[in-house]
């Protein structure tokens, strides 16, 4: 592969370490996707921007990708360790559904999530609940070595892989806390893979298995579609940070079970850091949290969540506020209002290069994906007037094609989103605006004051000044 060598943090090592794939010029990668029992959260969806980005990065290096995004809709427990409800059972019976009508709609809604945030979609969408004969195949391959079994399933027993927990380095971290007793566990860290149906437990998923009827272990899935789809090591494994304390330990116990061997399962294993929510809407166990629609709902643009995403490092902290998200919807519209005139720009002009543009983009996401540092880059790149306008954009698809906010197509007013409670619709406010634009020029400026007031009123945020050209948002 061409341009910088390419670097990324490993969370096993816990160090930056140079990619080197398996097999040359080609890249597997897992993606931990969502549990189908309700819409996803903000904070889920930054880590599909994290991978997304990743993907691109790889992908514009020239790599051929191979993608996995698994949807788990069975298995997943309330807790992420071993107690409680499975999450989909559990909201079934909330809703008194069937159970696969609510996967299929909220596996739909993350999908639309997914291209509203201009993210790729992968290779392939696996489901567990299409792989659940392989799952018992793959526990009974394992079962007499690693396991034991309790009335309410069979159990990965911990210690019999070399070091347990090294990915979350369980004997100094405080993730550990996070597992819940369940009687008769020879040791705290074990697991269940195989969780059979109690007396009177009325499931809708269950299968028949060697240790009863019932369903799957949440980690028992991915460990299954990922050696499946990508084989038994692959390059990169990536997740929240919160799956590096539980479920991918449990993964690569399964995996060195599996394979007899030391090996992981993949040889980079990637996480991003939380997003952060002052308010405490990150969280769906309230049941009332922060989803995408509740941002366009409130008249911003995706892409405008997306790039606020991109201005931090993926394993850094991110506040979300609406101050920070009206910020990032504000530098999205300067760049659509930028590029808007560099399309209309004649043909011709200056001869400068923009090659140092695309290697510094380069040399930017090649150090751990580093967006912070390619956006001041592609401010540069708008504003270089030694560049022509023609060489500007055909760098600018450099960009578009690593940062995904699609700055070619993009227009100012695309991001105009009407807030679901508006009651002024779009006609009326450019007719008001035109209306003052005239009373500015002919310096009757009480009646540009008065429809300013207007507008106001009606929940019109009007953004005077050049800069913005007479932008206009619905607060």
Not at 93 to 100: G, S, T, V, Y
Not at 190 to 219: C, K, L, V, Y
Not at 268 to 295: A, C, I, P, Y
Request: proline residues 4%; contains cysteine; aromatic residues 8%.
């Amino acid at each position: 592969m061409t341009g910088t060598n390419l670097t990324l943090y490993n969370s096993l090592t816990r160090q930056l370490e140079a990619f080197a794939p398996i097999h040359p010029g080609k890249v597997g990668i897992y993606s931990c996707g969502p549990t189908v029992y309700n819409y996803a959260h903000i904070g889920n969806l930054r880590a599909y921007v994290f991978t997304d980005t990743l993907s691109r990065v790889l992908t514009w290096k020239g790599y051929d990708l191979t993608h996995i995004v698994n949807i788990t809709d069975v298995g997943h427990l309330t807790s992420d360790a071993d107690a409680g409800d499975d999450k989909m059972e559990a909201a079934a019976r909330a809703a008194n559904q069937d159970i696969w009508a609510i996967a299929r709609h909220y596996t739909d809604a993350f999908k639309r999530n997914l291209s509203d945030l201009n993210i790729r979609e992968p290779s392939r969408f696996p489901l567990a609940t299409d792989h659940v004969p392989e799952m018992i195949a793959f526990a009974e391959r394992i079962a007499d070595a690693h396991c034991y079994q309790l009335p309410d399933g069979l159990y990965f027993d911990t210690t019999t892989v070399p070091d347990y927990g090294k990915l979350a380095r369980s004997q100094d971290d405080v993730g550990e806390g996070r597992i819940d007793p369940v009687a008769g566990k020879r040791h705290p860290q074990d697991f269940a893979i195989w969780r059979t149906s109690q007396p009177g437990e009325n499931r809708q998923m269950e299968w028949d298995s060697p240790w009863g009827r019932g369903a799957p272990g949440w980690h028992l899935e991915c460990s299954v579609m990922s050696k499946k789809y990508l084989g038994a090591q692959f390059d990169i494994h990536t997740g929240g940070i919160d799956h590096r304390e539980i479920h991918h330990p449990n993964e690569i116990a399964q995996n060195q079970a599996d394979c007899a061997c030391a090996d992981t399962g993949a040889n980079l294993w990637m996480h991003n850091n939380f997003l952060v929510e002052r308010s405490g809407k990150m969280s769906k166990s309230g049941g009332d949290f922060t989803t995408l629609q509740t941002l366009v709902d409130r008249g911003f643009h995706p892409l405008a969540y997306r790039l606020m995403c991109l201005q931090a490092q993926y394993r850094s902290e991110l506040e979300f506020s609406w101050e920070n998200l009206a910020a990032a919807t504000t530098r999205l519209k300067r760049l659509a209002i930028t590029v808007d005139a560099l399309h209309a720009r004649p043909a011709g002009g200056p001869s400068g290069s923009a090659a140092a543009y695309r290697d510094r983009l380069d040399e930017a996401v090649s150090d751990d994906l580093g967006t912070p540092r390619a956006l001041p880059i592609l401010d540069e790149l708008l504003g270089d007037k030694r560049v022509s306008p023609a060489d500007r954009l055909a760098a600018l698809a450099d960009f578009d094609a690593v940062l995904g906010l699609d700055l070619l197509t993009l227009r100012r007013e695309d991001l105009r989103v009407r807030p679901v409670d508006a009651t002024i619709d779009e006609a009326t406010i450019e007719a008001h605006l035109a209306e003052r634009r005239d009373a500015r020029a002919a310096k009757d400026f009480a009646r540009s004051d008065s429809i300013r007031d207007t507008l106001v009123a009606a929940g019109v945020e009007v953004m005077d000044g050049d800069a913005l050209a007479w932008d206009w948002k619905l607060s």
